[in-house]
């Protein structure tokens, strides 16, 4: 089993629709990001969080410590949002960085 | 504009060959790292340097090398004693460690070995 498991791996929404992606993760962390990775493959971060919740334009992040989940929701989706959505935790033992696996969210028009 | 640039974007290789990828970056990051990611897996760090003239193994060293003679270079050389070469290779910055901020990533160098 991974530290660090996303759902759903896949997901297709179309266009408006208010999105949901999951991350749990079962070690002590210090923070966590969320990253999108374009499908060029460039990866681009979103969000650094250590507790409570950020948002930034149409993107919230929240993460409850307690229970080792973290979501990432966005909100109005558009097609441009399609992409692989990662999160990735900050072992609280090591420093290293533990990537999931990944979401892939398709936004059709 | 400030960031990290990676290159080749592909690259191809024969079985044997030594190739290596570049990563710049101009944001003055102390910190630099190198990721290789596989289909359906997670990114796993290869290696990784908090300082100019030091770097540490990651979790999959085996058959890589790096060097950090400048602070805004980080070049990775994956040798022929890396049995399965073949991945996209992100190379990633931070002002510190990976708890102290942003990571910054390149865009990507893909590696073939045919």
């Known amino acids: 089993k991974n530290e660090v498991e996303q759902s759903p791996q896949n997901l297709t929404a179309q266009e408006g629709e208010f999105i949901t992606i999951n991350c749990s993760y079962s070690v002590g962390i210090s923070a966590l990001h969320w990253l999108q990775q374009h499908p060029g493959g460039g990866i681009v971060s979103l969000f650094m969080l250590s507790s409570g919740k950020k948002k930034h334009g149409r993107l919230i992040a929240t993460i409850n410590i307690q229970e080792k989940h973290s979501s990432l929701h966005i909100t109005a989706s558009h097609p441009r949002d399609s992409a692989v959505y990662i999160c990735?935790?900050?072992?609280?033992?090591?420093?290293?960085?533990?990537f999931g696996t990944g979401t892939l969210l398709a936004v059709q028009p | 504009d400030g960031g990290i640039t990676q290159s080749p974007k592909y690259l191809f290789r024969k079985e044997g060959q030594n190739v290596t990828l570049s990563c710049e970056q101009n944001?003055?990051?102390?910190?630099m790292y190198w990721y290789r990611q596989d289909p359906g897996q997670g990114l796993r760090l290869i290696y990784y340097?908090?300082?100019?003239?030091?770097?540490q193994k990651g979790d999959i060293a085996e058959g890589y090398s790096v060097s950090r003679e400048k602070k805004e270079s980080f070049p990775l050389t994956v040798t022929s004693a890396q049995k399965n070469p073949t991945a996209f290779y992100l190379c990633?910055?931070?002002?510190?460690?990976?708890?102290?901020?942003?990571?910054?990533f390149g865009e990507g160098s893909r590696l073939t070995v045919l």
């Open positions: 990633a910055s931070s002002i510190g460690g990976s708890d102290t901020g942003e990571l910054f």
């Open positions: 990735a935790a900050i072992s609280g033992a090591t420093n290293k960085l533990i």
């Open positions: 944001l003055n990051h102390d910190a």
């Open positions: 340097s908090q300082i100019v003239n030091d770097f």
